[in-house]
């Protein structure tokens, strides 16, 4: 079971994301709710690309190091795309909001219901 | 790797007190907290490139978030709660937990040895191929250079939304009265 803890962890961080999304009523508690589930996300990648005792996955031109020696490079890379395309979803929704809060005058999605037509 | 576990209880506890206190400025730094929490585990984790990029997306999102929220709500007001709602997403969110644990049994490698089967490719090519020392960069700007063009694209497409959404409307309707009069 202690192999499998630190994904576990991760899993609780992913699953706290999600609760808010589906439960909360303000824009931007949903909004962090988005945040929060995409960091699980890419932390339970780097968990997986992780090796005990590893290297971080950069040559060195006075040691040698081996490459059996590294953690998986694939996932940090991959992440580093997923990183900044997080972000630029999240200004994306942080516009979103801010526009319905000019419209409406709330961040309360309820209410923005109730105004409707 | 008790410091992890630490890290991480920290991360939970940062974010249940960012999706819970009522005040919306504490909870944008509550998950400032979990950002910079993220990155040094990043940092345990030997992935220092990834480290970094998590610092500069996480102040600029938190400032981004301050930014929406300032002098608009800042106290939330109570307005009744929600008991189906909470309920309805505790379920759902249980289901999830249940459903990933089990997929965590079947297909997941333990924590600490990596499968390696296509990317032990990379570290064992990567100078001979590209010359770079840093593997990740040898991945993202030569192995996967498409990744990253389609990276930048989506940021494009991100600035042009956001442009297109925060424009202020109206001025160019108060233009076209003042040309039909």
């Given amino acids: 079971m202690d192999a499998y803890l630190p994904y576990i962890l991760c899993l609780v961080l992913f699953c706290i994301g999600i609760y808010a999304v589906i439960s909360k009523r303000n824009i931007i508690k949903i909004i962090i709710g988005v945040i929060i589930a995409e960091y699980a996300v890419n932390l339970f990648l780097i968990l997986v690309a992780y090796r005990a005792g590893g290297r971080s996955p950069i040559f060195s031109s006075t040691q040698e190091i081996l490459p059996e020696a590294m953690v998986d490079p694939l996932p940090h890379a991959l992440v580093l795309t997923s990183i900044v395309i997080g972000l630029a979803t999240t200004a994306f929704l942080i516009a979103l909001a801010v526009r319905l809060y000019g419209k409406y005058g709330t961040f309360d999605i309820s209410r923005m219901r109730e105004l409707r037509g | 790797m008790i410091e992890l576990y630490v890290l991480l209880g920290l991360m939970i506890a940062g974010s249940l007190i960012a999706i819970e206190v009522k005040n919306l400025l504490s909870a944008v730094i509550a998950v400032g907290v979990v950002g910079l929490g993220l990155s040094i585990v990043f940092l345990l984790l030997k992935a220092p490139d990834v480290a970094l990029t998590q610092i500069v997306v996480e102040i600029v999102a938190v400032i981004l978030l301050i930014r929406a929220t300032l002098n608009r ?109």
């Fill in chain 2, 73 to 181: 709500d800042i106290a939330m007001k109570y307005c009744g709660r929600r008991p189906f709602g909470a309920i309805m997403g505790i379920l759902f969110t249980g289901f999830v937990f249940v459903i990933a644990l089990i997929t965590f049994k079947d297909g997941l490698n333990l924590f600490g040895a990596p499968l390696m089967t296509v990317s032990q490719f990379y570290p064992q090519n990567a100078i001979e191929g590209t010359g770079a020392m840093n593997v990740v960069s040898a991945i993202i700007l030569d192995y996967r250079a498409y990744d990253t063009l389609g990276e930048a694209t989506v940021l494009f497409t991100a600035v042009v939304g956001v442009l297109t959404v925060m424009r202020s409307p109206g001025k160019k309707k108060e233009e076209d009265l003042q040309d039909s009069k």
